[in-house]
């Protein structure tokens, strides 16, 4: 009987050591690629509330220019913008007429209107009005708070369409972090979606998140078989003594 009990926690000492190895594997391998492949931002300005509020801490995915699609929230870097991390949201890629607004207030890209229900204004699109045509290798980028946002629109000059090139573009903001209460996933940009090339997929960023929970999860819980065995040892073996204390 002491040899089944010897084997059944040789078990479970090998089984909690392996729980503790897998779970070292998907906490650290899943860090280090989000640290790979994330670079985190803190928020200085409101220009993007209240999808990213003032003060917010984002994480963006370290993305080439070429794969911004419309709709995506990026962070660049431009030096006719201050040669300091920008984030905005792209609603117009090269050849793309970009005009506001239509007869609800809406942004129409190539003519065709686009539903923003992220936008924070009562003005809806924009306050004001334009209409230009990106050059190829650029990017048209607004704020969702139009009414407080420095971006595209006041940039537009008689020679010049306001746009970014492509290759300023560091990142695509995929989640906040800080603080907890807004803790989560940007809103999709749908109003993009049926546009040539449609919108961007999320990032591995939730997988990620997962495989380090579930490997925080398998290190607890291996790391605590050996004081849980212990115990239930002891107690069985007072719980034996006492009935033989019992029996005499």
């Known amino acids: 009987m002491g040899g089944?009990?010897?084997?059944?926690?040789?078990?479970?000492r090998l089984l909690s050591g392996v729980a503790v190895a897998v779970g070292c594997v998907l906490f650290l391998g899943g860090f280090a690629l989000a640290a790979?492949?994330?670079?985190?931002?803190?928020?200085?300005?409101g220009s993007m509330a209240p999808a990213v509020a003032a003060?917010?801490?984002?994480?963006?995915q370290r993305v080439d220019g070429d794969d911004v699609r419309r709709g995506d929230v990026v962070v660049f870097r431009d030096e006719t913008w201050g040669d300091i991390p920008m984030l905005k949201r792209?609603?117009?890629?090269?050849?793309?007429?970009?005009?506001?607004?239509?007869?609800?207030?809406r942004l129409r890209i190539n003519?065709?209107?686009?539903?923003?229900?992220?936008?924070?204004?009562?003005?809806?699109?924009?306050?004001?009005g334009f209409d230009v045509t990106v050059p190829d290798g650029e990017l048209f980028v607004l704020g969702d708070d139009r009414m407080d946002s420095l971006d595209s629109r006041s940039h537009i000059t008689e020679t010049q369409t306001g746009t970014v090139p492509r290759d300023t573009v560091e990142a695509?903001?995929?989640?906040?972090?800080?603080?907890?209460?807004?803790?989560?996933?940007?809103?999709?940009?749908?109003?993009?979606?049926e546009l040539p090339g449609g919108i961007s997929e999320r990032g591995p960023?939730?997988?990620?998140?997962?495989?380090?929970?579930?490997?925080?999860?398998?290190?607890?819980?291996?790391?605590?078989?050996?004081?849980?065995a212990r115990r239930v040892s002891r107690t069985g073996?007072?719980?034996?003594?006492?009935?033989?204390?019992?029996?005499q």
Request: with cysteine; proline share 8%.
């Open 4 to 12: 089944a009990v010897d084997g059944g926690r040789g078990r479970g």
């Open 36 to 45: 790979l492949l994330y670079q985190p931002y803190t928020v200085p300005t």
């Open 55 to 60: 003060g917010d801490r984002v994480l963006a």
């Open 90 to 105: 792209v609603v117009g890629v090269g050849g793309d007429e970009v005009a506001c607004c239509d007869g609800d207030g």
């Open 111 to 128: 003519g065709e209107p686009v539903a923003e229900p992220y936008v924070h204004s009562r003005h809806g699109a924009s306050a004001t």
């Open 172 to 193: 695509r903001v995929e989640a906040t972090v800080w603080p907890l209460g807004r803790l989560g996933g940007l809103p999709s940009p749908g109003g993009f979606a």
């Open 205 to 228: 960023l939730r997988p990620l998140c997962w495989a380090m929970g579930g490997g925080a999860v398998l290190i607890f819980a291996g790391a605590a078989y050996g004081p849980l």
């Open 237 to 247: 073996h007072r719980r034996r003594a006492d009935a033989a204390g019992g029996a």
